[in-house]
Every structure is written in C-alpha cells, then in structure tokens.
C-alpha cells in the first residue's frame, strides 16, 4: 500500500464511451501526476497539479482532460479514446519538487 | 529535448550472475532517482542520487551517480528471482519545477 489509490484497476471502453479514472492520494501531497505506460516505451508524464495550479504537457490530446478538485483527489476524464491510448495509466503524488513519487497501481485502460 | 536513456533495454541472467544497467542524461541532472516495476505492478521508488560521484549501497545493489551527474548506474551482485523486474532511472527536467523524465527502463529476467 502505497497511500495513493487509482480506480478503476482495470477498464474496457469503446471509442465512443465517456469513462474517469480516479485517483487518491492520502499522504498530504501537494502535488500530483498522471503518467502514461505503453508498451516498450518509458513512462509518459501527462498533467501535473501542484497546489492546484495544472501544469499540462502539450502533446497530450484533448480527449484527456484532467481534473483536482483538491489537493488528495485527481481524475482523468476520457472521452472519444482511439485504440492506440490503450495502456496503463498511473497516478502519483509527491510532498515537494525533486522528492520521489509515489506511484499508484495504475488503471489498465483498453480502447476496443 | 532533454532525454534521458538507458542501457540495456533487456537483460537476462542465471541466478546468482551479477547485473548492471546504466543511465545517460542529454544535459546535467540536479538528482537522480531509481524505481523498480515488478511485472503487472506499479513502480517503487529505490534511492535518490544528489552528489557528484555519490555512491550508495541497498544490500546487493549499488547506485553511483558520475561526477558529471549526466550519469548513472545500478549494479545488482550475485541477483536471485525476486531482482525481476523493470528498473527505471529519472531525472528531473530542467527549468520545469521538479518534474522528472524517465528513461525506458532495463527489463531484467533472472533464470533459477
């Protein structure tokens, strides 16, 4: 047990479904990641909250919109997913810049 | 961009053969961190590097971190069936908060 928990673990959609994936974080973190792990490639970063303010990597597509409500609660709201953004899709948190992550069990996401 | 990689990508070994795998920054790295991924998990965090030519030891693994600090290297002694995983060096991306860069991770099979 990590402190941070994803649900769903597992997930099916089709490309027309509207599903979130859901994080929490109960380690008092002020910042928090969603990263993306495809097959033979390294880990992607995606979105970053810290203190509420959202740091957005640019090349990830709009049908991945991200959401802190607060500062222990991250979702990722997916919408119109191809079959390619299959992959497992991680949450972690961390206390202050350059300190290590910890990482959820991830959500493994398949588009049909 | 600044990339991070690493060497080799997949690694097998007899129970009991040493391992090592090695980790190249494009630019210098303030810190480097370790994380280890069991097959169908999540990553862990190891160890974080800081200093230039700082060496630390977890019982049989050695993390060094080069006197550049644009490198890295973990070296397992005399491995055994629970070494088996994906091991993952990251740096943290210069100018963008702490944020951390993976590399594609060193898959490492130890055969009993």
């Known amino acids: 047990e990590t402190g941070v928990t994803q649900t769903p673990r597992h997930l099916v959609m089709g490309m027309t479904n509207k599903k979130s994936l859901k994080c929490e974080q109960h380690l008092g973190h002020n910042a928090m990641y969603w990263y993306k792990q495809s097959a033979k490639k390294p880990l992607e970063l995606m979105f970053v909250y810290s203190l509420e303010e959202r740091v957005e990597n640019n090349s990830v597509p709009s049908r991945f919109s991200p959401e802190c409500p607060n500062s222990s609660h991250l979702f990722l709201h997916l919408h119109t997913l191809q079959p390619e953004d299959s992959a497992l899709y991680l949450c972690?948190?961390?206390?202050?810049?350059?300190?290590?992550?910890?990482f959820g069990s991830g959500t493994q996401l398949s588009v049909l | 961009g600044q990339q991070v990689m690493q060497i080799p990508q997949y690694q097998h070994v007899q129970e009991g053969e040493d391992f090592t795998t090695y980790c190249n920054s494009s630019t210098t790295l303030s810190n480097i961190q370790w994380y280890k991924q069991r097959p169908g998990g999540h990553p862990v965090f190891l160890i974080q590097?800081?200093?230039?030519?700082e060496v630390k030891k977890q019982k049989r693994l050695t993390f060094q971190f080069g006197e550049a600090k644009k490198n890295s290297s973990l070296h397992i002694t005399a491995t055994q069936t629970t070494d088996v995983g994906t091991y993952f060096c990251?740096?943290?991306?210069?100018?963008?908060?702490?944020?951390?860069?993976f590399g594609q991770g060193t898959e490492l099979s130890v055969k009993p």
């Open positions: 990251a740096g943290p991306l210069y100018n963008q908060g702490g944020k951390l860069i």
């Open positions: 590097l800081v200093k230039s030519g």
């Open positions: 972690a948190s961390t206390g202050q810049r350059n300190e290590k992550l910890f």
